[in-house]
């Protein structure tokens, strides 16, 4: 058949559909059958056509009293959706798709519409049905189905979703516990427990289960980077909760429990501090400081985003708030700065981070931890605060620095080499040559 040929043969079967639709609208019934019957055998080789006449034609038949005709047209029907999932890109009007999908509901089971991914959605989930109860009932139906089914670990894991929502935490150890015992290795059921557990103070429990998921359930789960973090510090192991507060996120660092484990952490490393202090470095072998930039980036005063704070004043008494959150960031921002020279940018983050809990709208405390962090390599974290900080200054050249490198290792390339060629022409040093180079491919 030449193109001519196939170009018309297809524009007269377009018209028998078309013809079908009209006769449908009007009630033509078995007009509506024999135009779509015609335009069916002419579309066996374009999906989605063939797709949208059998649906027309399914309720034609169906409508017109020829309930066999329509079984037959959903098989073929299911057949030609099996192979190529063209359903939901149809262009059905909206009375259409729904009668449509009401008499294939009707006509066929839901199993055969489940297999189908095109229409599965289609058919609601014992799940969805429950969700539609109120809370109660909701509970009533979930602890009747896990008594109709026993080894069925759905059941108990519905269940202590359903807990963890009214966060009765009791509940969810016990529903989880059977859920486990049904499924060993059951990655929510073991997320739900461990959170339920810290949330008790069971940290040891809470731990164990923490330690048996995968990191991509941690990742997907911030909750239980900030339990983990937690039970750490109830633990006492302070290296681990050192690692893991950088995984956590900075809406959940103002999480009663969590704030107050970063003040735990913050004391016991000045703690550590002041018992390492007390050994003079005089006699140390001067080395160059690879993460100050003080040699590296001119203008070493931009590079914390504002001077370095003078020393503290003198004790005034108690004074008042305010006056003493101002002062402890004072301190934190010079502690933080001295760190950083000492190659202590992972402690510095630590006392900015702690600083932060009292005083959570400094800008400059964050300018500070957003340097600490890059110089840490805790990416993640810098790239935080940058929100937080943003829009920066021209003269802010350190801070922009700064900020496109958490950019760039966070791979938001296209951002970190916006502010990269901001800050180029005010800094200067081998990191900065190390990272033009990455951003924006200059030697």
């Given at each position: 058949m030449t193109l001519v040929a196939s170009a018309r043969a297809q524009d007269f079967y377009e018209k028998r559909l078309r013809a079908g639709q009209e006769a449908y609208s009007q009630k033509n019934l078995l007009q509506a059958v024999d135009e779509l019957r015609i335009a069916a055998f002419g579309f066996m080789n374009t999906p989605t056509l063939l797709s949208e006449t059998l649906v027309r034609l399914a309720l034609a038949q169906s409508a017109a009293g020829k309930p066999a005709e329509a079984e037959a047209t959903l098989s073929r029907f299911v057949d030609v959706e099996k192979r190529f999932a063209t359903y939901p890109k149809l262009k059905l009007e909206p009375e259409i798709r729904a009668e449509f999908q009401s008499l294939l509901l009707r006509r066929l089971s839901p199993e055969?519409?489940?297999?189908?991914?095109?229409?599965?959605?289609?058919?609601?989930?014992?799940?969805?049905?429950?969700?539609?109860l109120p809370a109660r009932d909701r509970r009533k139906a979930l602890v009747a189905e896990s008594r109709r089914e026993p080894g069925n670990p759905a059941w108990p894991l519905a269940l202590a979703r359903e807990a963890a929502q009214r966060q009765d935490h009791k509940e969810v150890l016990e529903w989880t516990g059977k859920a486990l015992q049904l499924s060993r290795g059951s990655a929510e059921a073991l997320a739900l427990r461990a959170h339920a557990r810290a949330a008790r103070g069971e940290c040891e429990g809470a731990l164990a289960d923490l330690k048996a998921l995968p990191p991509a359930e941690l990742d997907a789960r911030a909750e239980l980077r900030a339990d983990g973090f937690v039970c750490l510090v109830e633990s006492g192991d302070?290296?681990?909760?050192?690692?893991?507060?950088?995984?956590?996120?900075?809406?959940?660092?103002?999480?009663?429990?969590?704030?107050?484990?970063?003040?735990?952490?913050?004391?016991?490393?000045?703690?550590?501090?002041?018992?390492?202090?007390?050994?003079?470095?005089?006699?140390?072998?001067?080395?160059?400081?690879?993460?100050?930039?003080?040699?590296?980036?001119?203008?070493?005063?931009?590079?914390?985003?504002?001077p370095v704070p003078p020393a503290p004043s003198p004790a005034r008494g108690k004074g008042d708030a305010?006056?003493?959150?101002?002062?402890?960031?004072?301190?934190?921002?010079?502690?933080?700065?001295?760190?950083?020279?000492?190659?202590?940018?992972?402690?510095?983050?630590?006392?900015?981070?702690?600083?932060?809990?009292?005083?959570?709208?400094?800008?400059?405390?964050?300018?500070?931890?957003?340097?600490?962090?890059?110089?840490?390599?805790a990416w993640t974290r810098g790239a935080q605060q940058l929100p937080l900080v943003s829009p920066f200054a021209e003269e802010e050249a350190g801070p922009m620095f700064y900020a496109s490198v958490v950019l760039y290792e966070t791979g938001r390339t296209d951002e970190a080499r916006a502010y990269m060629e901001r800050a180029l022409p005010k800094v200067s040093g081998p990191l900065v040559d190390e990272y033009a180079k990455k951003i924006l491919g200059r030697s």
């Amino acid at each position: 058949m030449t193109l001519v040929a196939s170009a018309r043969a297809q524009d007269f079967y377009e018209k028998r559909l078309r013809a079908g639709q009209e006769a449908y609208s009007q009630k033509n019934l078995l007009q509506a059958v024999d135009e779509l019957r015609i335009a069916a055998f002419g579309f066996m080789n374009t999906p989605t056509l063939l797709s949208e006449t059998l649906v027309r034609l399914a309720l034609a038949q169906s409508a017109a009293g020829k309930p066999a005709e329509a079984e037959a047209t959903l098989s073929r029907f299911v057949d030609v959706e099996k192979r190529f999932a063209t359903y939901p890109k149809l262009k059905l009007e909206p009375e259409i798709r729904a009668e449509f999908q009401s008499l294939l509901l009707r006509r066929l089971s839901p199993e055969t519409v489940r297999a189908l991914p095109s229409l599965a959605g289609l058919v609601e989930t014992e799940e969805q049905k429950f969700a539609k109860l109120p809370a109660r009932d909701r509970r009533k139906a979930l602890v009747a189905e896990s008594r109709r089914e026993p080894g069925n670990p759905a059941w108990p894991l519905a269940l202590a979703r359903e807990a963890a929502q009214r966060q009765d935490h009791k509940e969810v150890l016990e529903w989880t516990g059977k859920a486990l015992q049904l499924s060993r290795g059951s990655a929510e059921a073991l997320a739900l427990r461990a959170h339920a557990r810290a949330a008790r103070g069971e940290c040891e429990g809470a731990l164990a289960d923490l330690k048996a998921l995968p990191p991509a359930e941690l990742d997907a789960r911030a909750e239980l980077r900030a339990d983990g973090f937690v039970c750490l510090v109830e633990s006492g192991d302070w290296t681990g909760a050192e690692s893991t507060l950088k995984l956590v996120p900075a809406d959940l660092m103002r999480r009663g429990d969590v704030a107050r484990a970063s003040q735990r952490l913050a004391a016991e490393s000045q703690r550590r501090t002041n018992q390492t202090g007390s050994v003079s470095t005089a006699a140390k072998s001067p080395r160059k400081n690879p993460q100050d930039l003080s040699g590296r980036v001119e203008a070493p005063a931009a590079s914390a985003g504002s001077p370095v704070p003078p020393a503290p004043s003198p004790a005034r008494g108690k004074g008042d708030a305010s006056e003493q959150s101002a002062s402890n960031s004072m301190n934190a921002l010079a502690e933080s700065r001295r760190l950083i020279k000492a190659l202590k940018a992972n402690e510095a983050e630590k006392i900015l981070l702690a600083a932060l809990r009292s005083d959570p709208d400094n800008r400059q405390l964050r300018l500070a931890l957003l340097e600490a962090s890059c110089l840490a390599g805790a990416w993640t974290r810098g790239a935080q605060q940058l929100p937080l900080v943003s829009p920066f200054a021209e003269e802010e050249a350190g801070p922009m620095f700064y900020a496109s490198v958490v950019l760039y290792e966070t791979g938001r390339t296209d951002e970190a080499r916006a502010y990269m060629e901001r800050a180029l022409p005010k800094v200067s040093g081998p990191l900065v040559d190390e990272y033009a180079k990455k951003i924006l491919g200059r030697s």
